[in-house]
């Protein structure tokens, strides 16, 4: 069973919004709520960069380039983890993985999941 599975990419305009969804069913959900959650991405020919965080208490960081238009949350009972994307532009394009840094020290990755925004 996948760990972690991620949904919620397209393609949008300019201008447009998308909400990615990071959901990890067989994780325990004390260990849920106790992970790091990140949201990275890797653009095409670019290296991964990490976009948005949330810490064990609900501390949230993000990158400069999506401050004011990206949005991380959670919902615990549903053990899933959101990005909210607005005001997208063609420079966010790439593809969103989410990443769960786990409190033992593990990285878990999702597969990935394409974002395109035409201009």
């Known amino acids: 069973q996948r760990r972690l599975v991620e949904s919620g990419g397209g393609s949008v305009q300019a201008g447009g919004s998308l909400r990615l969804s990071c959901a990890a069913p067989?994780?325990?959900?004390?260990?849920?709520?106790?992970?790091?959650l990140h949201w990275y991405r890797q653009a095409p020919g670019k290296e991964r960069e990490l976009v948005a965080s949330?810490?064990?208490?609900?501390?949230?960081h993000y990158a400069d380039f999506v401050k004011g238009r990206f949005t991380i949350s959670k919902d615990n009972t549903k053990k899933t983890v959101y990005l909210q994307l607005n005001s997208l532009t063609p420079e966010d394009t790439g593809i969103y993985y989410c990443n769960h840094h786990t409190q033992s020290g593990n990285d878990i990755w999702g597969q990935g999941t394409q974002v395109t925004v035409a201009s």
């Open positions: 067989g994780t325990i959900l004390s260990v849920f709520t106790g992970n790091t």
């Open positions: 949330m810490f064990y208490g609900g501390r949230t």
